[in-house]
């Protein structure tokens, strides 16, 4: 199973809302990624897990919160977003941190913030 | 820092041969990926080169100068199935994996 999976595909949320992003894999990758990708964008790392434990913040507001619950399972909880922060999230897994040349992404969820 | 350039738009017609450029500014090199993307999807791996020279894989080939810090995707035998972005990204020691702007591949009939 070369899968990641992520839900919803699509989130309309208003600024006061709280939601959560949900990522999951089975391919037993340890590294695991949020992206932040705008239009006609690259992606932009947003996080990295390794080993569950968070490696990497670059520098992302606070209204961003990810969790790594298990190796598997990533989550990204959203609250009090600007219209700004409209884009698509991908998330991402490799088998390690030192494999990150070769990601493995999921279809990403379209967030529209009004 | 880092910076990666790439060139934002190529077009080409079916069965032909097509080359797409980055050239990279980084500390702590390791190595380049390709990635390939259609509109609304998701990036998809296509190459990894760590040392010089030419890497095969079926019709897309990548290739990697360290002293020039240049690389290249090759697409050959285009097919319409090929329009789609394509990224290269640097992999560094201990610095993030970051993506170039992308080049917009167009294929006509």
């Known amino acids: 199973d070369t899968e990641v999976t992520q839900t919803p595909k699509h989130l309309v949320m208003g600024m006061t809302n709280k939601k959560s992003l949900k990522c999951e894999q089975h391919m037993g990758h340890r590294a695991m990624y949020w992206y932040k990708q705008k239009a006609k964008k690259p992606p932009e790392l947003m996080f990295v897990y390794s080993y569950e434990k968070l490696s990497i913040n670059e520098s992302v507001p606070s209204r961003f919160s990810p969790e790594c619950p298990n190796s598997s399972l990533l989550n990204l909880h959203l609250h009090a977003l600007q219209p700004e922060d409209s884009a698509l999230y991908l998330c991402?897994?490799?088998?390690?941190?030192?494999?990150?040349?070769?990601?493995?992404f999921g279809p990403g969820t379209r967030l529209t913030v009004t | 820092g880092q910076s990666l350039e790439q060139p934002s738009e190529v077009t080409a017609v079916e069965g032909a041969i097509v080359q797409i450029n980055c050239t990279y500014q980084?500390?702590?090199?390791?190595?380049l990926s390709w990635y390939q993307q259609h509109d609304g999807g998701a990036p998809t791996f296509l190459s990894y080169?760590?040392?010089?020279g030419l890497e095969e894989t079926g019709r897309f080939s990548s290739f990697l100068s360290r002293s020039d810090s240049y690389g290249y995707l090759l697409l050959q035998e285009l097919q319409m199935k090929d329009s789609a972005s394509y990224f290269c990204?640097?992999?560094?020691?201990?610095?993030?994996?970051?993506f170039g702007p992308g080049t917009r591949l167009s294929v006509l009939p």
């Open positions: 080169n760590a040392l010089d």
């Open positions: 991402a897994s490799s088998q390690d941190r030192s494999s990150e040349d070769e990601q493995y």
């Open positions: 990204a640097v992999v560094n020691y201990g610095q993030n994996f970051v």
């Open positions: 980084t500390s702590g090199f390791y190595g």
